[in-house]
Structure formats: C-alpha cells, structure tokens
T-cell receptor
Framework: AQTVTQSQPEMSVQEAETVTLSCTYD???????LFWYKQPPSRQMILVIR??????QNATENRFSVNFQKAAKSFSLKISDSQLGDAAMYFC????????????FGAGTILRVKS | DAGVTQSPTHLIKTRGQQVTLRCSPK?????VSWYQQALGQGPQFIFQ???????QRGNFPDRFSGHQFPNYSSELNVNALLLGDSALYLC??????????????FGPGTRLTVL
C-alpha cells in the first residue's frame, strides 16, 4: 500500500519570501502521479500542481514549483513570492496510474503567511 | 458550468442514527469518490463509484455504504453513527481513466457532527 508523509505540521513565511513544504512517499509502483492540494479555511480542496513520475522535469505553475526526487521518493513544494492568499493547509497526495483515481493524502502542513 | 456540489453543508446527528450525504458531480464526469477528513488530518478514501457500482473501497466498515444514480450523482450513507464519524466528508468527481490524466474536482464538503 502507498503512504504519504508530511513531516512539517506547520510552517510560517514572511510575505514575498520563499517557503518549501516537504513530502515523502512510499510505493512499489514505477508510474504514478503526485499532487499538491491547497485547502483554505473555506474547505474547498484546490489542485495546486501535479507531477507525473515518468517525467524527469520538475513541474512549475507560476509561483509554485516542485522538486521531484524519484529515487529518494521525495516531492517538495516551493512557493515563491508568498502572498497572504497562500495561507492554507497544504496536502501532498499520491495517485496510481492504474484504474481507480484513488488519492492517498498526507496529514497536511498548515502554512501561515506573515505580513 | 457548476462544479461539484454537496448537500447539506452541515449536519448534526446523535450516536446510533443514520445519515445520508449527497453529491452531484461536475458536468461531464462519470466517477464519484468519497473521502472522510477528520479535523486536522488529511482526507481518507472511503470508496469510488462508476457505472452505478462500487469500484474501489478504502478501509472503512460496512456501516459506510453508497449509491450512484444513472445521472452520476451519488449518496453516502452511514449507519449506526459513532462519535468518531464526526468529520468533513468530501466528494470528488472525475472521468474514469487508466493511464491518462483526468483531474479530480472536489466539492466543498459536508461537515458532520455526531453528538
């Protein structure tokens, strides 16, 4: 069974600064997807960024980028130029490429942004 | 185009009662997944429905059951409620796929409180 671990329960960053959230996972599969989701106080789960395991290039979406280390089973999220609206709970998630679309989530990291 | 909708928003029940939560998927989606998110934790996969059948199930007891209707909407039923069933219940919809990526879209959730 796959597992996802987020070792940082809470992180803080100054507005306009950069912060990195950590995630490790365990799987025996070679092809899979990894995701970072954002859940603000409104509870709506929003996809931030995804990475396909067969792609060596790290995914980037505007101010959000990942550092995907497949051999180390590590998948960190870097947020550049942090904004107050980035404050939320962030979840790392894993999905097999086989049928099922089931997501396996980590426990989450609360990100606080200071003005 | 409406996204994923869930009803009700909040619900309060007492131990031993039964509850039904409802989800309407995003237009064009045929697969519905349900997740339980306890306070301060990551979502846990309950089950997934496609073509009106349960296709995958997480580690949840038989007290948790579901249904998918011909219009792809879905219900989650929980019998004999326990205090530990208090959580945010999230519904996610997607297109069923195997090795191509189709994003899961989440609803705003139903907050269930069991007293």
């Amino acid at each position: 069974a796959q597992t996802v671990t987020q070792s940082q329960p809470e992180m803080s960053v100054q507005e306009a600064e950069t912060v990195t959230l950590s995630c490790t996972y365990d799987t025996s599969e070679s092809d899979y997807y990894l995701f970072w989701y954002k859940q603000p106080p409104s509870r709506q789960m929003i996809l931030v960024i995804r990475q396909e395991a067969y792609k060596q290039q790290n995914a980037t979406e505007n101010r959000f980028s990942v550092n995907f280390q497949k051999a180390a089973k590590s998948f960190s999220l870097k947020i550049s130029d942090s904004q107050l609206g980035d404050a939320a709970m962030y979840f790392c998630a894993y999905r097999s490429m086989e049928y099922g679309n089931k997501l396996v989530f980590g426990a989450g990291t609360i990100l606080r942004v200071k003005s | 185009d409406a996204g994923v909708t869930q009803s009700p928003t909040h619900l309060i029940k007492t131990r031993g009662q039964q509850v039904t939560l409802r989800c309407s998927p995003k237009s064009g989606h045929d697969t519905v997944s349900w997740y339980q998110q306890a306070l301060g934790q990551g979502p846990q996969f309950i089950f997934q429905y496609y073509e009106e059948e349960e296709r995958q199930r997480g580690n949840f007891p038989d007290r948790f059951s579901g249904h998918q209707f011909p219009n792809y909407s879905s219900e989650l039923n929980v019998n004999a409620l326990l205090l530990g069933d208090s959580a945010l219940y999230l519904c996610a919809s997607s297109l069923r796929s195997r090795r191509t990526y189709n994003e899961q879209f989440f609803g705003p959730g139903t907050r269930l409180t069991v007293l």
